[in-house]
């Protein structure tokens, strides 16, 4: 006789489930969420005369009519290379502000505003120049495989991170709803694997079928 497990597996109308886990890309379009082009970061985020890099800072004055309208264009990104940084450290730089380290027993009391403008001053570092294309977006054209996703399908126009830090702790949240503590990548782990359980680990006890399709290596081998 068949299980009540399998009963409510079997009625459930979702048959097949999709989690594709990309590089952060972004498609800029000024009618989203009210951007207008005036947002923008200091180069020295607690210097008030400090220069200011506005998103989309490709301006230009076209005419519409008889009247004449600065135009912002946020999609001037192409390859961007190097990567803006994306450890622990340097988001938390990008999102208080100031450097990692210097206020940081301040910000654990709660007593530092999250003022998300320290993008520009920390990517400054990385490369002089950089923020320039960092504070702007990509065009369609130039993702094809996001461009296709987002025409199919319906997307999401804000987006949270599990812990703002690089890729591999957050594919183990993906994958199993923590880091096991972790904030940066470490080799030495990876190779010796996690050991908490898994989505397709639930997903195996509970009868149901799954496939991984990778390009290097399947994020379950990260795991023990």
Same mark, same amino acid.
């Given at each position: ?17 999709? &989690?594709?886990? !990309? ?7 000024? !009618?989203?969420?009210? @951007? ?5 970061? *200091? ?33 001037? %990104? !192409? ?7 994306? %450890? ?9 502000? &100031? ?12 007593? @530092? ?6 993008? @520009? ?9 950089? %923020? ?6 990509? =065009? ?7 461009? !296709? ?8 126009? =804000? ?25 940066? =990548? ?16 639930? *997903? ?8 991984? +399709? ?8 990260? +795991?023990?």
């Amino acid at each position: 006789m068949p299980s009540e497990a399998s009963s409510t597996i079997n009625s459930c109308p979702i048959k097949t489930i999709m &989690v594709l886990v !990309e590089e952060n890309r972004s498609f800029i379009n000024p !009618e989203i969420d009210g @951007v207008t082009g005036k947002e923008y970061n *200091l180069i020295v985020a607690k210097d008030p005369d400090s220069e200011r890099v506005y998103f989309g800072n490709l301006q230009l004055d076209l005419c519409k009519g008889s009247q004449l309208e600065r135009v912002y264009f946020g999609n001037q %990104s !192409e390859y961007v290379d190097p990567d803006p940084a994306h %450890s622990f450290q340097a988001i938390y730089e990008q999102v208080f502000g &100031v450097p990692w380290g210097q206020q940081s027993s301040s910000v654990n009391k709660g007593s @530092v505003a999250t003022t998300m403008n320290g993008f @520009v001053q920390q990517t400054e570092i990385v490369e002089k120049g950089l %923020s320039e294309t960092m504070m702007n977006g990509f =065009r369609p054209e130039v993702i094809p495989v996001y461009k !296709e996703l987002v025409s199919q399908f319906a997307v999401c126009d =804000r987006w949270f991170v599990s812990l703002p830090s690089s890729a591999q702790p957050n594919r183990l949240f993906v994958h199993s709803a923590t880091s096991h503590g972790y904030i940066s =990548r470490d080799t030495k782990k990876l190779i010796q694997g996690f050991p908490q359980k898994t989505i397709f680990d639930s *997903l195996d006890d509970a009868g149901l079928s799954f496939g991984i +399709y990778y390009a290097n290596l399947p994020s379950k081998l990260l +795991y023990r």
